[in-house]
């Protein structure tokens, strides 16, 4: 089984910065992709950023220029910068893997439990 675990959710002052963390552990062959979605009270869960394999990103554009994700893959874990941060950033930030456990076999997505930013002054 795989598991995905989020830390560094915190409440934060308007402009302030917070680095989430996804920790993936299990059987796991490869990760194809990594990211992290968020979800505020009332809306839909969105798209924050993702990261491939080779490297390449993309973000939201409500979060360009403020959020970077980067990825450690010799610990299997993607990080979230988080600078400049907005009341608009309230959310739950969850962390997604598309990933193989084995060499043969589907790739399939994953969901970490959720952490929660607070950004209010």
């Known amino acids: 089984q795989v598991q995905l675990v989020e830390s560094g959710g915190d409440s934060v002052q308007p402009g302030g910065s917070l680095r989430l963390s996804c920790a993936a552990s299990?059987?796991?062959?490869?990760?194809?992709?990594r990211g992290w979605y968020r979800q505020a009270p009332g809306k839909e869960r969105e798209l924050v950023a993702t990261?491939?394999?080779?490297?390449?990103?993309n973000y939201a554009d409500s979060v360009k220029g403020r959020f970077t994700i980067s990825g450690d893959n010799a610990k299997n874990t993607v990080y979230l910068q988080m600078n400049s941060l907005k009341p608009e950033d309230t959310a739950v930030y969850y962390c997604?893997?598309?990933?193989?456990?084995?060499?043969?076999?589907?790739?399939?997505?994953?969901w970490g439990q959720g952490t929660q930013v607070t950004v209010s002054s």
């Open positions: 990261i491939i394999s080779g490297g390449n990103t």
């Open positions: 299990g059987t796991i062959f490869r990760i194809d992709v």
């Open positions: 997604y893997a598309n990933l193989r456990q084995f060499s043969t076999g589907p790739s399939r997505n994953y």
